[in-house]
């Protein structure tokens, strides 16, 4: 494992974006497992140490998330940014092809680079996020992003993540821990906050209402695999089935007892990743 950085490039200047390097840095294939909306990519430690074993993985911090720099202007949080980031790591790799690996947020880049013609995207993963991102969710995640919270310690970090992250699915408590040990920043006043710019939300909360992104989805050739918690609220039940009729005819995975999104840290969720992305 290897911690790196590049520039990216907003209207506002120059800023830093972070990644965690897995495996042999010469390895033919490449993998980026990029994160949810207030994540960050050391949410794929797990995952990245099995791909790893025959690929290169690699796992940004979006902009203003975790390790990586905050935007001089929240108003540049948003797709295109995000997309223009992506975009000057793939070409900081070198590589010509590259499967991607998406969690929500990181789902609809995946979604939006894989449709642009000439896209390396080789295949795609999605996890618990789709073409159709109804108005209600939105809502609900409006509702605590951007709360500038204040935790007075670890442990008080850990309960409040086990509450809004419990649709993640059944964890241990070592895969908890890890997700606040990644999850947190020390604040100047020696209290916790959570580890992204609580500035994140401006366009998030300027942005509910239903998406409707099946102009992008339908413009998408490479083999695709969806991952659903079967009680997402983000990712329709309808929406998934839909996935599989139309653009690339997603395959479809479903996963009980868990909503969005799926953590991707159980050895039978990652098995089931290895195989579909190392079958021809």
Not at 39 to 52: K, P, T
Not at 188 to 216: C, E, H, M, R, S
Not at 232 to 244: G, I, K, N, V
């Amino acid at each position: 494992m290897r911690q790196k950085e590049f520039l990216g490039l907003s209207p506002a200047g120059f800023h830093r974006v972070a990644y965690t390097e897995w495996g042999d840095p010469n390895a033919a294939r490449v993998i980026i497992c990029c994160h949810g909306l207030t994540r960050n990519g050391r949410d794929f430690d797990v995952l990245a140490a099995v791909l790893a074993q025959e690929a290169r993985v690699i796992c940004p911090d979006i902009v203003g998330r975790g390790q990586s720099d905050w935007l001089r202007d929240p108003l540049h949080y948003g797709y295109p940014q995000y997309c223009a980031d992506m975009n000057a790591l793939i070409a900081r790799l070198d590589v010509e092809q590259l499967d991607w690996v998406g969690t929500s947020m990181g789902g609809l880049i995946g979604l939006t680079l894989a449709a642009q013609a000439g896209s390396p995207i080789r295949k795609l993963i999605i996890n618990d996020v789709g073409p159709f991102v109804p108005k209600a969710a939105l809502l609900r995640i409006a509702d605590y992003v951007g709360l500038d919270n204040r935790f007075s310690s670890i442990a008080a970090i850990e309960t409040h993540l086990r509450k809004v992250l419990a649709p993640f699915g059944p964890l241990t408590d070592a895969q908890w821990q890890h997700l606040v040990t990644h999850g947190h920043r020390r604040r100047p006043d020696g209290t916790f906050g959570l580890a992204y710019d609580p500035a994140i939300a401006v366009n998030v909360k300027a942005a509910v209402q239903d998406w409707d992104l099946w102009a992008i989805w339908d413009r998408i050739k490479s083999p695709t695999l969806v991952l659903r918690g079967a009680e997402s609220d983000l990712l329709l039940e309808a929406t998934a089935q839909e996935m599989t009729q139309r653009g690339p005819n997603a395959q479809l995975v479903t996963w009980n007892g868990m909503g969005h999104a799926p953590a991707l840290m159980d050895p039978q969720q990652i098995a089931l990743l290895q195989t579909w992305l190392t079958d021809k």
